[in-house]
């Protein structure tokens, strides 16, 4: 219900598109950003309905580059839901999901996650020289830790609604 939050932790690597993503689905707003390093963590809400009544999303936006530190380890000891985000453009970005994964479950277990691959706007023929993941690659690894993939793209706006609406959805029927 409304009186209860859901929060969800938006993680990944340093440019991955972790605020425009947050951004695009709690302001609505179609146009992107520049990129601007998060500082700590940052925080937007929005309510959406699900088939387990409506939620009221915490979403909050971490920097990539931080340490585990005691800041970090609050919101993660209070969330509900994981993003696991990489990108289409970053090999670097889908070599540290499986730390992303690890740091975040060894603090709360319980968690409904998500792997986020974005920017497959880069995927299209034009732009094949920026594209350095494939998202079959990113697919194996999901499939072997029984997790969904979203192929995303912040810029299109394809599938964003998608991975919040089902980690708000698993996140409420737990
Ligand atoms: P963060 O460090 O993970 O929070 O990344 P940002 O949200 O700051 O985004 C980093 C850069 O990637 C910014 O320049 C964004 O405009 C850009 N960006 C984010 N999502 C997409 C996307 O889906 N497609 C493209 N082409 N660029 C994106
Ligand atoms: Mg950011």
């Not at 009221?56 to 993660?76: I, K, N, P, S």
């Not at 670097?92 to 709360?108: E, I, N, Q």
Request: aromatic share 8%; charged share 20%.
């Amino acid at each position: 219900d409304l009186e209860t939050p859901v929060g969800i932790l938006v993680v990944g690597s340093g440019a991955v598109g972790k605020s425009s993503l947050v951004k695009r689905f709690t302001t609505l707003s179609n146009t992107l950003g520049a990129y601007r390093k998060t500082v700590g963590v940052e925080f937007a809400e929005r309510t959406v309905a699900t088939p387990y009544g409506d939620a009221r999303l915490q979403l909050w936006d971490t920097a990539g580059q931080e340490d585990f530190d005691a800041l970090a380890r609050q919101y993660y000891a209070g969330a509900h839901a994981v993003a696991l985000c990489c990108s289409v453009t970053d090999r670097g970005s889908l070599r540290a999901l499986p730390a992303w994964r690890a740091k975040v479950l060894a603090t709360c277990p319980d968690l409904a996650v998500a792997v986020v691959l974005n920017k497959v706007d880069y995927l299209v023929a034009a732009e094949q020289d920026a594209a350095k993941v494939r998202p079959g690659e990113v697919a194996a690894l999901a499939k072997e830790w029984n997790l969904p993939l979203f192929q995303v793209s912040v810029k299109s706006g394809q599938n964003v609604d998608a991975v919040f609406m089902h980690l708000a959805t698993e996140a409420m029927r737990r």
